[in-house]
């Protein structure tokens, strides 16, 4: 079964340190993936999506993830982390073999920023 | 681009009485919605699919008759909760796709129902 696991429900990093958040998924068809973000009551924000080509994907506020295909996984990584990082993250799987491409969410890891 | 919003952002209803959700594609047409339902503090839960002009596709243990989802035009869907009850009480989130790439969702900022 195609599914996504997000290991750590909750992240401590200093502010500054590197940020290191953890998908990874199990699927047997190419997948889809995506890291968004979100704030308190407030929607999801694409982060960055991989679909094709290039396995190390940069994306908004320095973000940046790698698909390694290997080890089915997808983290995500900012090399130093800012106050405003602070929020929930949620690494997201999609898939087209049923041209459906529903989404496969984590459960999703809660980034808190120390000063 | 690729914006989507909500309306409202937060609604208080009483127990018994419906509520209606809109949700907007602003800056292009949506083929594709989906409707999600977030409990605190954990992930998102796909509530339905819908595409414009056809009926919605419910995901299982989601009852179609109580969430009742319209996608009349490219740019609106709506999620009307019927007969609401305190256990409705979540945030409702939709997502829209037609813009990016089939496999790209945009999604709304959301929508706090509280049911009392």
């Known amino acids: 079964a195609q599914s996504v696991t997000q290991l750590g429900s909750h992240v401590s990093v200093s502010e500054g340190a590197l940020v290191l958040l953890r998908c990874n998924y199990s699927s047997s068809v190419p997948p889809y993936l995506f890291w968004y973000v979100q704030y308190p009551n407030q929607g999801l924000q694409l982060l960055l999506k991989?679909?094709?080509?290039?396995?190390l994907v940069k994306g908004i506020n320095g973000f940046e993830a790698e698909f390694k295909k290997s080890e089915t996984s997808f983290h995500l990584t900012k090399p130093s982390a800012h106050m405003s990082d602070a929020a929930e993250y949620f690494c997201a799987v999609t898939f087209g073999d049923s041209g459906t491409y529903k989404y496969i969410f984590g459960t999703g890891t809660r980034l808190k920023v120390l000063a | 681009g690729a914006v989507v919003s909500q309306h409202p952002s937060w609604v208080i209803c009483k127990s018994g009485t419906s509520v209606k959700i809109e949700c907007r594609s602003l800056d292009f047409q949506a083929t594709t919605m989906f409707w999600y339902r977030q409990f605190p503090k954990q992930s998102l839960m796909l509530m339905a699919t819908?595409?414009?002009?056809?009926?919605?596709?419910?995901e299982q243990g989601v009852e179609k008759d109580k969430f009742l989802i319209n996608h009349a035009s490219l740019t609106l869907s709506t999620l009307t909760v019927t007969s609401a009850h305190p256990e409705d009480s979540s945030f409702y989130i939709c997502s829209a796709r037609g813009a990016g790439g089939p496999e790209v969702q945009y999604f709304g900022p959301g929508t706090r129902l509280t049911v009392t």
């Open positions: 991989y679909t094709t080509g290039a396995t």
């Open positions: 819908s595409n414009e002009g056809s009926k919605a596709t419910y």
